[in-house]
């Protein structure tokens, strides 16, 4: 009896604070390694599913434009009418490229209302910002931006494609001469769609957004063509 008694109390040997200090220190030293890792690969696939909302927006637009006779929407009165209204801001950006209007006239092309949310913009200091978010008139959220929507002045401005064909859109962006439309050759030239971001090199940009983008050092954008790729932007940190 003696000698089991023994044997089991050498067999249930506990842990010595040491050991249990030094299993705690590789716990943390791990968890510091892989959590910048599993940050990065969880902002990827935001920026992965961004992307793939965006190309079914662009896909949205080329059914539109094969329905209207090869033109893009004209949709000024929506532009206006919307819940805020157009409503340019004093520091950025100047206009209004906030798309509620095409979350409507695009509903008949799409099958999912948060086609027009990107994901990583939710719960984000961009997420609650005035000149991001926009509720549409039936309640479906939208946080991208289209610049080249973003006006609806009468007559419609070269550097905007309000009832245009592309053949005209590429000529008259060519014709704005305006750096921030840029000089496209054609239609994969011409941006459509683009995710917010907030120039930490424009003075008038206010400090809790200075240099904010939805992904980290750049933006989604996609163009005409529908296909979406990815710009890096010096200007934005994250």
């Known amino acids: 009896m003696h000698l089991l008694n023994g044997l089991k109390s050498s067999s249930t040997r506990a842990f010595t604070l040491i050991e249990l200090l030094v299993v705690i220190a590789i716990i943390a030293i791990l968890a510091a390694v892989l959590f910048p890792v599993f940050a990065q690969a969880k902002a990827k696939a935001k920026q992965a599913s961004c992307m793939s909302n965006l190309r079914q927006v662009g896909l949205a637009m080329m059914m539109y434009i094969n329905d209207d006779d090869g033109l893009m929407p004209d949709r000024r009165d929506l532009k206006n009418s919307l819940p805020g209204g157009y409503k340019p801001w004093a520091s950025w950006p100047p206009s209004d490229p906030r798309c509620g209007w095409a979350a409507e006239v695009f509903a008949p092309y799409i099958k999912s209302k948060d086609l027009f949310l990107c994901p990583a913009i939710v ?13 549409t008139a039936t309640g479906v959220q939208t946080n991208y931006w289209m610049w080249r929507f973003d006006r609806p002045d009468n007559p419609v401005p070269l550097d905007n494609l309000w009832g245009k064909s592309e053949d005209q859109a590429v000529q008259d962006l060519h014709l704005a001469n305006n750096p921030q439309a840029g000089d496209p050759k054609g239609v994969s030239e011409v941006e459509i769609a683009v995710d917010p971001y907030f120039p930490k090199t424009i003075p008038s940009v206010a400090p809790s957004l200075k240099g904010k983008s939805v992904h980290f050092g750049g933006r989604n954008r996609l163009f005409l063509d529908s296909h979406a790729k990815y710009l890096r ?6």
């Open 123 to 135: 719960n984000s200091t961009l997420g609650g910002a005035d000149q991001v978010q926009q509720t």
């Open 233 to 238: 932007d010096i200007r934005t940190n994250f």
